[in-house]
């Protein structure tokens, strides 16, 4: 009886392995979103400006990647954006925002 249990246990825990949900693109989307939005923050700053960032958040879904950067330059900064899944930036903000940088109107953010 020890033996027959111990052969249908196996299969079912290599066949559980093996179908385990794991996104197939998810790292490929967060990965370009991620240096693309890297890129954006960059572009915010004089070269030689930024002293460290580091990624404070990935988050999303199918159709775009939301990214956190925490930022220190002259201060600390909190950058935001969202990347679509081709990773066309779709939105960004710099907060608090930069004097002489991008300012968008109310209600386009």
């Given amino acids: 009886m020890k033996s027959t249990l111990w052969i249908s246990v196996v299969p079912a825990l290599v066949a559980s392995a093996f179908l385990t949900a794991t996104p197939a693109s998810a790292g490929g989307a967060d990965e370009r979103a991620v240096a693309q939005c890297r890129a ?8 030689g400006a930024v002293r460290s960032h580091r990624v404070g ?12 950067i925490y930022v220190n330059a002259d201060r600390r900064y909190t950058f935001e954006c ?3 899944a081709n990773g066309e930036i779709l ?3 710099l907060d608090p925002a930069r004097a002489g940088g991008p300012r968008l109107a ?4």
């Fill in 40 to 47: 954006e923050m960059l572009s915010r700053f004089d070269q």
């Fill in 57 to 68: 958040a990935i988050a999303g879904n199918s159709r775009r990647t939301r990214i956190t």
């Fill in 82 to 84: 969202a990347a679509g």
């Fill in 91 to 93: 939105t960004a903000s």
């Fill in 106 to 109: 109310a209600g386009q953010r």
